[in-house]
C-alpha cells in the first residue's frame, strides 16, 4: 500500500525463523540479516524495481557474523552478483 513512487532505497537482507510470541505455533520470518536472501525476495526485486521511479540505492545486508564461513561467502557473493544484475 506505500507509494511506490515515493521508495528511494530497498534492502534486502536474509533472516532467520522464529515461534511467534503473540500465537504460539506460528512460525515468523524475523529479519536478522543473518542468513542468505530468500530466493523470493530476488523475484519481488525484479517485479517491484522497475515500478519505482524515484529508486536510487539497492542494499544487500548481512551481518559479518553470518560470513564466517567459506560457503556463507560464497553464498553473499552470488546474492550480491544476482541484485546487481537486476538493477542493471
Known amino acids: 500500500l506505500y507509494p511506490l513512487d ?7 537482507s536474509g533472516g ?10 506460528r512460525s ?3 529479519d536478522t540479516h543473518d ?8 523475484d519481488w526485486l525484479t517485479a517491484v524495481i522497475g515500478r519505482c521511479p524515484n529508486l536510487k540505492l ?3 545486508e548481512q551481518l559479518g557474523t553470518g560470513l564466517q564461513t567459506e560457503t ?3 553464498r553473499f557473493q552470488t546474492d550480491f552478483e544476482r541484485m546487481r544484475g537486476i538493477v542493471h
Open 58 to 60: 539497492v542494499v544487500l
Open 6 to 12: 515515493r521508495v528511494r532505497e530497498i534492502h534486502l
Open 72 to 74: 556463507a561467502q560464497a
Open 28 to 30: 515468523i520470518r524475523r
Open 16 to 25: 532467520s525463523w522464529a515461534t511467534s510470541a503473540s500465537e504460539p505455533g
Open 35 to 42: 542468513e542468505a536472501v530468500p530466493p523470493e525476495l530476488f
